[in-house]
């Protein structure tokens, strides 16, 4: 069964406009949520994060919000740019976990100038 | 510079020859994981070492092995490769458990068992 789920396997948005990417989860032991960026033949890169304890968090033209009550957690980027063209990957994570990240299946975003 | 490096970036080999993919940081994190990535399928978790010589299953570990004799060092092995094997490989590292730090990945390994 599918922990973490991202539905929309894709994205387009127009440069300048934003972008809101949706990840809901399943388990409510989660505590830490992630987002991972990726472009093609690169490995994923951090890009921000949140803690349950908190609701929104902020890091320049990258917003997450965390909806506990809802499972649901969003990826806002304003304003979106052509070099935000890659798959972004929701995570998250139960403290006591040993570490495993569990992540979803990706969405692809795709920014047209 | 700090980085994950993961050798080699593609490998095709044959089912059943033995193979090995390995991974090293430089940014002395106690906590290294692989992680393979499939279409439609996102990343999933192989194995991952809280530290040297501790080491344990992640959600799909059949197939393969890993060890942990060194801090910076942790190759993956699979004893004998099977198509369904084929997959992009990435070895990540945090500072300490991966689940509230961010992981640092390598550039990954594209694997094609023929």
């Known amino acids: 069964d599918q922990q973490v789920k991202q539905n929309s396997p894709s994205l387009s948005v127009q440069e300048g406009r934003i972008s809101i990417l949706n990840c809901d989860y399943t388990?409510?032991?989660?505590?830490?949520f992630l987002w991972y960026k990726k472009y093609p033949a690169e490995g994923p890169t951090f890009l921000i994060s949140?803690?349950?304890?908190?609701d929104k968090n902020e890091d320049g033209r990258f917003t997450v919000f965390l909806n506990k009550s809802a499972k649901h957690l969003s990826l806002h980027i304003v304003p979106s740019q052509p070099g935000d063209s890659a798959v972004y990957f929701c995570a998250a994570s139960a403290w006591g976990s040993q570490g495993n990240l569990i992540f979803g299946k990706g969405t692809k975003l795709s920014v047209k100038p | 510079e700090a980085q994950v490096t993961q050798n080699p970036r593609y490998l095709i080999t044959v089912t059943g020859k033995k193979l090995t993919v390995t991974c090293s940081q430089n940014?002395?994190?106690?906590?290294m994981s692989w992680y393979r990535q499939d279409p439609g399928l996102g990343l999933r978790q192989i194995y991952y070492?809280?530290?040297?010589?501790?080491?344990d299953k992640g959600d799909v570990p059949e197939g393969y092995k890993v060890s942990r004799k060194e801090k910076r060092n942790f190759p993956l092995i699979l004893e004998s490769p099977s198509p369904n094997q084929t997959s992009l490989y990435f070895c990540a590292s945090s500072l300490f458990r991966g689940g509230n730090e961010k992981l640092f990945f390598g550039s990954g390994t594209q694997l094609s068992v023929l």
């Open positions: 949140i803690s349950s304890i908190k």
């Open positions: 388990n409510s032991m989660f505590d830490y």
């Open positions: 940014m002395n994190h106690e906590y």
């Open positions: 070492s809280m530290n040297v010589e501790v080491t």
